[in-house]
Each structure stands twice: as structure tokens, then as C-alpha cells.
């Protein structure tokens, strides 16, 4: 358990439960916010192109596809 203060994600808990799934930290999203100054839609953008890379390379076209589409969706 953590002792960081809630942070209004702006998603539904669907939204946050498929991230989640695929990599997504929350916790790194809100230090980008918070630490560095990121703006809130830009850090989610990050946050999900780490987590989409994360861990394992992408290992089919599809996963690819997704990948290269959220790292566009970062510029």
C-alpha cells in the first residue's frame, strides 16, 4: 500500500483495468505529473507507451500496430 494521495486518473475503471493490464503505472504517471511538470494527458500518453514496452517486446503485427500507434500518439 502506498501513502500517496488519490489522483483523479480521468478514466473510467474499464479504461484503467485494460491499462493496467497492458503495463500501466499509475504511480509513474502521476510522477510525471507531479515531479517533473508533464501536462496530465501528455503523461498518460507516456505512461502508456512504457507500459506497452515494458517487460517483453511486442510479438505480433497487432501488438506492433499498438506500440507504434501510441508512441505517434505521444509526438
Given amino acids: 500500500m502506498t501513502d ?6 480521468n ?3 474499464t ?7 497492458k503495463g500501466y503505472n499509475p504511480d509513474f504517471e502521476r510522477d510525471l ?8 494527458q501528455k503523461a498518460k500518453k507516456l505512461t502508456r507507451f512504457i507500459g506497452l ?3 517483453k517486446s511486442p510479438q505480433t ?4 500496430k499498438e506500440v507504434l ?3 505517434d500518439d505521444c509526438s
Wanted: hydrophobic fraction near 45%; proline fraction near 3%.
Fill in 4 to 9: 500517496k494521495p488519490i489522483y483523479d486518473l
Fill in 11 to 13: 478514466m473510467t475503471d
Fill in 15 to 21: 479504461e484503467y483495468a485494460a491499462l493496467v493490464a
Fill in 33 to 40: 505529473v507531479e515531479v517533473f511538470g508533464e501536462d496530465a
Fill in 53 to 55: 514496452i515494458k517487460g
Fill in 61 to 64: 503485427d497487432e501488438e506492433w
Fill in 69 to 71: 500507434a501510441s508512441w
